[in-house]
């Protein structure tokens, strides 16, 4: 199978770049993947998880979103955050959980953003759903 350079950044770190053969991204309107020779473009990312496929294994990350940017010679994918399932602290996701669902049902609604509220609560779910590959 045809491989491709992958890159990983974030606003703080960058991944050792990968040789892989396959990307799964979670798009805006559902995850897409990207092989050798994708259409070139820029697209959105959503909170979820990258699965990556090398030569010899399959990774997966948690991300809370960014962009996925597809040139000919290979893939960056420019995240805010991103954590391999190995690296996410379980605890600590399940206290950012916890707590986001004390704030979604206290009485205190006026105060309550929202937006902010539910992506807290998608980015510990997904943190605890990537850490279980
Ligand atoms: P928390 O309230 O626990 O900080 P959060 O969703 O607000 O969670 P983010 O703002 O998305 O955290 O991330 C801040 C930094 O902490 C990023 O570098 C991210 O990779 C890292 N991070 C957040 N949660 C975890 C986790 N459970 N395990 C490992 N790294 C994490």
């Known amino acids: ?27 805006l309107d559902g ?8 259409q070139e473009g820029i697209f959105s990312l959503d909170i979820g998880e990258i699965m990556i496929k090398t030569k010899s294994e399959t990774k997966y990350l948690s991300t809370s979103g960014g962009f996925a940017e597809i040139v000919n010679d290979g893939v960056s994918i420019l ?38 509220l539910e992506n807290a609560l998608s980015r510990a779910l997904n943190r605890l759903q990537v850490a279980k590959k």
């Open 1 to 27: 199978m045809s491989t491709f350079n992958l890159d990983v950044v974030t606003p703080t770190r960058n991944l050792e770049e990968m040789v892989v053969s396959y990307i799964r991204c979670p798009g």
């Open 79 to 116: 995240v805010e955050t991103v954590e391999s399932a190995s690296d996410i602290d379980i605890p600590r996701a399940e206290a950012a959980l916890q707590r986001a669902r004390d704030r979604k049902s206290s009485s205190d609604n006026e105060n309550l953003d929202q937006a902010r």
């Open 31 to 38: 995850s897409f993947g990207i092989m050798a020779n994708h």
